[in-house]
């Protein structure tokens, strides 16, 4: 996928895309500097990590914590799908779109994060990975945010998925 498609497909100005990329913000995989003329073609996991940094920054947050989001996502998704086999066909930064369930990532005060889905074979709803501080593996077990944004990957991977 193209840049310019990225942008259409996600309804965000292009201009934002090329921004974020100028920042240096970019998926594993991706030139810093592509020649002269050249195209960006991005593969589908490359496309969906950096359609969450673009919803992010799109919902007001900055550019660096949106990347430290799709980090902790690609991370987290992949451990909980892969490690846990609790939905071994999701994996988004694979390029499997397909999910029978809901996949969240909530950022909380800007400052925590977690993994939030319904794919976890034991609990009936959704369940919420334990808090994090954001950018860290560090555990926040006291936090209690106020205001939490919710990321939904499930909505995301469907629009990616057309």
Known sequence: MRVGELAKQLQVPYRDVRYVLEQGVLPAG????????EHRDLDPSQSFWLAIVLMLKRNGVRVP??????????EGVRGVTQNLNWEYPF???????????????????MKYIRL????????????AFPWSVIGT?????????VVTLRLDL???ARMMAT
Do not use: H
């Not at 994996?91 to 005060?109: C, L, M, R």
């Not at 593996?137 to 945010?145: G, I, L, S």
């Open 30 to 37: 991706v030139e810093q500097n592509p020649g002269r003329g």
């Open 65 to 74: 914590d949106a990347q430290r989001v799709a980090d902790f996502a690609r």
């Open 91 to 109: 994996n988004p930064f694979a390029g499997q779109f397909e999910t029978e369930n809901q996949w969240y990532v909530d950022i909380g005060d």
């Open 116 to 127: 939030v889905t319904t794919a976890n074979p034991s609990v009936e709803g959704l369940y």
């Open 137 to 145: 593996r560090k555990a926040a077990n006291d936090a209690v945010p």
């Open 154 to 156: 499930t909505g995301l």
